[in-house]
Protein backbone atom coordinates (compact mmCIF):
# COMPACT_ATOMS: atom_id res chain seq x y z
CA UNK A 1 0.00 0.00 0.00
CA UNK A 2 1.59 3.23 -0.98
CA UNK A 3 1.88 6.10 1.70
CA UNK A 4 -0.86 8.73 1.46
CA UNK A 5 0.41 12.00 0.09
CA UNK A 6 -0.50 14.93 2.06
CA UNK A 7 -0.72 18.68 0.72
CA UNK A 8 -0.80 21.82 1.68
CA UNK A 9 -3.96 23.72 0.65
CA UNK A 10 -4.34 26.48 2.80
CA UNK A 11 -3.97 28.30 6.16
CA UNK A 12 -7.16 27.86 8.51
CA UNK A 13 -8.25 31.40 8.40
CA UNK A 14 -8.75 31.40 4.38
CA UNK A 15 -11.92 29.49 5.47
CA UNK A 16 -14.87 31.37 5.96
CA UNK A 17 -16.50 30.09 9.43
CA UNK A 18 -19.71 28.05 8.15
CA UNK A 19 -18.33 28.58 4.36
CA UNK A 20 -16.71 26.89 1.83
CA UNK A 21 -13.37 27.39 -0.72
CA UNK A 22 -12.49 25.32 -3.46
CA UNK A 23 -9.15 24.56 -4.36
CA UNK A 24 -7.77 22.79 -7.39
CA UNK A 25 -5.22 20.22 -5.72
CA UNK A 26 -2.30 18.29 -8.45
CA UNK A 27 -5.50 17.98 -10.57
CA UNK A 28 -8.38 17.66 -8.70
CA UNK A 29 -11.56 20.01 -7.33
CA UNK A 30 -11.73 19.57 -3.94
CA UNK A 31 -13.78 21.77 -1.61
CA UNK A 32 -13.26 22.44 1.93
CA UNK A 33 -16.34 22.85 4.04
CA UNK A 34 -16.02 24.56 7.54
CA UNK A 35 -18.88 23.08 9.43
CA UNK A 36 -19.67 22.71 13.45
CA UNK A 37 -17.80 19.19 13.74
CA UNK A 38 -14.32 20.99 11.67
CA UNK A 39 -13.08 20.88 8.39
CA UNK A 40 -14.08 18.56 6.33
CA UNK A 41 -12.40 18.00 2.79
CA UNK A 42 -14.90 16.44 -0.26
CA UNK A 43 -14.96 16.80 -4.15
CA UNK A 44 -15.30 20.14 -5.11
CA UNK A 45 -17.97 20.36 -7.74
CA UNK A 46 -21.37 18.74 -8.42
CA UNK A 47 -21.45 15.69 -9.97
CA UNK A 48 -24.48 16.21 -12.53
CA UNK A 49 -21.69 19.16 -14.40
CA UNK A 50 -18.87 20.32 -12.39
CA UNK A 51 -20.30 23.01 -11.02
CA UNK A 52 -17.99 24.46 -7.86
CA UNK A 53 -19.48 24.30 -4.46
CA UNK A 54 -18.03 27.37 -2.87
CA UNK A 55 -20.59 28.71 -5.98
CA UNK A 56 -23.69 26.81 -4.00
CA UNK A 57 -26.25 27.17 -1.86
CA UNK A 58 -25.51 25.96 1.42
CA UNK A 59 -28.14 25.71 4.76
CA UNK A 60 -26.53 24.13 7.24
CA UNK A 61 -25.40 20.52 6.59
CA UNK A 62 -27.07 20.20 2.61
CA UNK A 63 -25.39 21.96 -0.27
CA UNK A 64 -27.61 22.42 -3.30
CA UNK A 65 -26.47 22.98 -7.05
CA UNK A 66 -28.46 26.18 -8.20
CA UNK A 67 -27.97 24.57 -11.98
CA UNK A 68 -30.48 21.67 -11.82
CA UNK A 69 -30.83 21.32 -7.68
CA UNK A 70 -28.51 18.59 -6.76
CA UNK A 71 -28.28 17.79 -3.32
CA UNK A 72 -26.02 16.37 -1.11
CA UNK A 73 -24.96 16.12 2.80
CA UNK A 74 -22.07 17.42 3.55
CA UNK A 75 -21.48 15.59 6.61
CA UNK A 76 -21.55 11.71 4.74
CA UNK A 77 -21.08 13.18 0.82
CA UNK A 78 -24.11 10.95 0.20
CA UNK A 79 -27.07 12.71 -1.91
CA UNK A 80 -30.40 13.81 -1.31
CA UNK A 81 -31.51 14.54 -4.94
CA UNK A 82 -30.17 12.67 -6.56
CA UNK A 83 -30.17 9.77 -3.86
CA UNK A 84 -27.94 7.94 -5.91
CA UNK A 85 -24.76 9.62 -6.00
CA UNK A 86 -22.38 10.53 -3.40
CA UNK A 87 -19.32 12.97 -2.54
CA UNK A 88 -15.58 11.61 -2.25
CA UNK A 89 -14.03 12.54 0.99
CA UNK A 90 -10.25 13.46 1.80
CA UNK A 91 -8.47 12.93 4.83
CA UNK A 92 -7.34 16.47 5.81
CA UNK A 93 -4.55 17.42 8.55
CA UNK A 94 -4.08 20.73 10.55
CA UNK A 95 -1.03 21.53 11.00
CA UNK A 96 -0.40 24.09 12.86
CA UNK A 97 -2.80 26.73 11.25
CA UNK A 98 -2.35 25.17 7.85
CA UNK A 99 -4.88 22.96 6.48
CA UNK A 100 -3.16 19.65 4.86
CA UNK A 101 -5.15 17.39 2.41
CA UNK A 102 -4.55 13.74 0.97
CA UNK A 103 -4.89 13.39 -2.06
CA UNK A 104 -6.31 9.73 -1.83
CA UNK A 105 -10.19 9.56 -1.44
CA UNK A 106 -11.29 7.78 1.63
CA UNK A 107 -13.11 4.65 0.54
CA UNK A 108 -16.62 4.19 0.73
CA UNK A 109 -17.78 1.68 3.82
CA UNK A 110 -21.19 2.10 3.14
CA UNK A 111 -21.86 -1.52 1.58
CA UNK A 112 -25.84 -0.23 1.10
CA UNK A 113 -24.73 2.54 -1.66
CA UNK A 114 -25.53 0.95 -4.80
CA UNK A 115 -26.19 2.30 -8.04
CA UNK A 116 -26.01 -0.21 -10.42
CA UNK A 117 -29.50 0.31 -10.86
CA UNK A 118 -28.97 3.90 -12.60
CA UNK A 119 -29.64 4.00 -16.20
CA UNK A 120 -26.63 5.23 -17.05
Known sequence: MSEARYQKVCHRN????????????DGREI?????ENGLVARSGV???????????E????VIRCPLHHWQY???????????WTQLERYPLEIR????????EPEADDDETFDTSSYNW
Open 31 to 35: ALFDT
Open 14 to 25: QIPAGGIRNFTI
Open 96 to 103: GDEVWVCL
Open 58 to 61: RNGD
Open 46 to 56: CKHNGYKFELC
Open 73 to 83: RISTGKGIQPK
